[in-house]
């Protein structure tokens, strides 16, 4: 009896693999072998360990994903083409899984709007249910969220979202939505199509700053910290925000003839910035001593911490503003426009990369201009 041929699989021309990593997380990369030639397509897509039903559901989210991408290569090295639509019995990306699996992402990367991610997850839940998939998120979906957070999600029993908070919630899924464009997940952002009137934009946020008195006030009363007060004196006289100041060291002081300078990688922007030091600055920086070049220039507790030891000292100067650190900062930026400074220079005292973030402050300056001229009303009548 004659034996039946075996029927030979065709093997794929792309094949999605894994990669162990050292933080026990697998990394998803495409294996492309075509025409006698082999590459490789790493996709930034991890599946993580799977110690919950969250952590199950995100890989599922991803693993779906990563096979959306590897069929879409298959379909463009076989066709010479890209943009075919995908197959009728082609798994569906869920919109929230998606989601769930963006905010992981930012997790890794040290990005703190992941939190805001969540609560926008909770929010479509809320309003639309699980069952949504990417594919049906079109400017319709989009411009009913952005209406739903501007009038109907009332959390905590306000009335309304604070212009700010729908903002972020709003960003958190245009986010997404950019990411699932880089992922090929989808073809475009449909927020691409919304006009700019109807988004929700980032309010312009309040700069609260001390004025000259108000820093004589400072410098005039005790605090029991007395090392805190200086760092937040010496961020009035040179700027720099509290991140920087915790992790300034000797070594980032030097001397250039008789001026001393700073250079810092600031530990927001990691850029580089060569800052001059005014004698004013210079009093309220620490003598050395016999300190090394890698001590640091003060000694001061986190961040969080000088930010709970500041407010009693503030209140005990007659200070009643929002009184943060970030206050001396604005303190800096306003006084220099104030004294003549000009824009160009402010913003590079800052270490901004665009001057435009400098703008604020002239806008603020200009505001206490219009409150100085009007201050003669009503003196000659």
């Known amino acids: 009896m004659a034996r039946n041929k075996k029927t030979t699989k065709a093997k794929e021309p792309i094949r999605l693999r894994m990669k162990d990593l050292s933080n026990g997380n697998k990394s998803l990369y495409l294996d492309i072998y075509r ?8 996709l930034k897509m991890y599946i993580v360990p799977e110690t919950d039903e969250n952590s199950r559901r995100q ?21 010479g ?20 699996t963006y905010m992981e992402n930012q997790k890794k990367r040290g990005k703190k709007d992941w939190r805001q991610i969540l609560v926008a997850m ?20 989009c411009q009913g969220y952005i209406d739903y957070l501007r009038t109907d999600y009332h959390p905590r029993h306000v009335d309304h979202l604070a212009a700010n908070t729908a903002h972020n919630y709003y960003r958190a899924l245009n986010g ?23 988004k929700i934009k980032k309010p312009e946020s309040k700069r609260e700053y001390m004025t000259v008195d108000e820093v004589r006030q400072l410098i005039a009363t005790p605090m029991q910290n007395e090392a805190v007060k200086a760092a937040y004196l010496f961020s009035c006289f040179c700027g720099l925000r509290i991140s920087d100041i915790i992790a300034l060291k000797w070594e980032n002081v030097y001397q250039d003839g008789a001026q001393t300078r700073l250079e810092v990688v ?5 850029a580089p910035i060569y800052l001059p030091l ?7 920086m620490p003598e050395r001593g016999n300190k090394s070049s890698q001590d640091n220039v003060f000694d001061l507790p986190s961040a969080a911490a000088v930010n709970v030891l500041i407010k009693p000292w503030a209140k005990a100067a007659g200070i009643n503003k929002h009184f943060t650190f970030h206050t001396a900062r604005h303190t800096f930026a306003t006084m220099m426009l104030t004294l ?21 402050y002239a806008k603020i300056v200009n505001r206490k201009k219009d409150e100085a001229v009007n201050l003669v009303n009503g003196l000659f009548d």
């Open 340 to 360: 003549g400074a000009d824009l160009y220079t402010t913003s590079k005292l800052l270490g901004h990369t665009d001057v435009r973030m400098t703008q604020v």
């Open 81 to 100: 083409e890209a943009g075919i639509k995908q197959a009728k019995d082609e798994p569906k990306v869920l919109l929230l899984d998606w989601m769930n």
């Open 59 to 79: 890989n599922q989210a991803t693993l779906v994903a990563a096979n959306k991408i590897k069929a879409d290569r298959i379909i463009e090295l076989t066709n």
């Open 176 to 198: 997404a939505l950019n990411a699932a464009v880089r992922e090929d997940l989808i073809k475009v952002n449909p927020y691409t199509r919304i006009s700019s009137a109807d």
């Open 266 to 270: 600031m530990q927001k922007t990691k």
């Open 35 to 42: 025409d006698g030639k082999r590459s490789y397509e790493y």
């Open 278 to 284: 005014s004698p004013e600055a210079l009093r309220w």
């Open 122 to 141: 909770k929010i479509i839940r809320e309003w639309v249910g699980e069952k949504t998939t990417l594919d049906q998120v079109d400017r319709a979906f």
